[in-house]
């Protein structure tokens, strides 16, 4: 469920809806009074409703993945990050701290984290995408009172601010939320009181709020907010910039790189392939690359035209 901040906003929901039915998606444009009964608040004044969205446990999802790599004979090589990889004897050569391994194919998916365990992997992919800092939050398993009030039938939701708020169930009824902070400090803490205000303020009945968890990871960001994907060489692939939003893109990448490296023709594809193209001043761009979280606070403030 995507809520509108402002009344102005559910233009953006009225738009999105249009967007998605055109593909025959089950999407619906709900009011202000059926925003607050599928959410239990009155913050917002209307939103857009996709039926098949959804919401995941990613350690499941990375231990399922996993799981279905092993079944089908792969090896999983933990702790050990590539250094670099190159070509030779018409093989592709990836090198660690400790070892090697030789393979015919090879697909580098580091995303964000493609510059930081090792400069010399693949510096042009690294230097396409911006990696910003995003935290997640769960607090502590809410009251059943407050669980049958507070988005009663479990949907996720994220809404219209550009420092987004969000918010999901996990199995245990914590409310696993999260925000963005910059400045000096301590983030952890300061996030707990920011994040702990804003669920009070939307939903005045969750009570006091305290946190069992705070966690947080790079998203790749890229100035088009668009993933990169690439061919590499011969029977290599990559692809970075997920923009905080590849959960279910990832997976569908995955389907299609493995048929590329199996020889389906670049033409069959679903891939936009190209070449890398690093972001120019690249530094400068990734440390001020957090400051837009003030240009997102000042643009969430004001009403849309
Ligand atoms: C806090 C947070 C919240 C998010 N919320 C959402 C959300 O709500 N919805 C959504 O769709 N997406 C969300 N995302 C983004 C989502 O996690 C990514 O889009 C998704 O994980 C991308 O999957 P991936 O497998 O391509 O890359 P990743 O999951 O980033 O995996 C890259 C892997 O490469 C490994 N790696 C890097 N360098 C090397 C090396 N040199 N050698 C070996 N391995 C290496 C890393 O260790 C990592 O395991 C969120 C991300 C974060 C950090």
Redesign the pocket.
């Known amino acids: 469920m995507q809520p509108v901040h402002s009344p102005g906003r559910i233009k953006i929901a009225e738009r999105r809806v249009r967007q998605w039915s055109k593909f025959g998606a089950a999407v619906e444009l709900f009011s202000r009074d059926q925003t607050r009964d599928m959410l239990g608040s009155d913050a917002w004044f209307g939103g857009f409703w996709n039926r098949t969205g959804g919401h995941i446990n990613p350690l499941a999802l990375s231990r399922g993945l996993a799981r279905a790599v092993l079944d089908r004979g792969g090896r999983i090589y933990a702790r050990s ?2 250094i670099s990889f190159e070509r030779r004897n018409g093989h592709w050569l990836v090198k660690t701290e400790q070892g090697e391994i030789s393979g015919r194919a090879l697909i580098v ?6 510059g ?3 400069k010399l ?1 693949m510096p042009a992919m690294a230097r396409e995408v911006m990696p910003v800092l ?3 939050m769960a607090t502590q398993p809410l009251s059943e009172t407050a669980r049958q009030t507070i988005i009663p039938a479990r949907q996720a939701m994220s809404d219209t601010h550009g420092e987004l708020y969000f918010a999901r169930y996990d199995a245990r009824n914590r409310l696993v939320t ?1 925000g963005a902070v910059i400045g000096p400090g301590s983030k952890s803490e300061r996030l707990k009181i920011i994040v702990a205000e804003r669920l009070k303020r939307l939903w005045p009945q969750i009570g006091q709020v305290e946190f069992d968890y705070v966690w ?4 790749g960001m890229t100035t088009d907010f668009l993933p990169r994907i690439h061919r590499l060489g011969p029977d290599a692939y990559g692809w970075t910039g ?1 923009n ?5 893109l ?1 997976i569908a990448l995955g389907d299609e790189l493995s048929k590329a490296v199996r020889g389906v023709p670049d033409r069959d594809l679903a891939l936009p392939l190209s070449g890398p193209s690093p972001i120019i001043a690249h530094g400068l761009l990734r440390r001020l690359a957090p400051l837009m979280l003030m240009l997102y606070r000042r643009r969430d403030a004001r009403e849309i035209a």
């Open positions: 990050p590539a998916a580091t995303n964000a984290y493609t930081e365990f090792s992997l995003s935290w997640q999260g947080n990871g790079y998203v997920c905080g939003r590849a959960v279910a990832s």
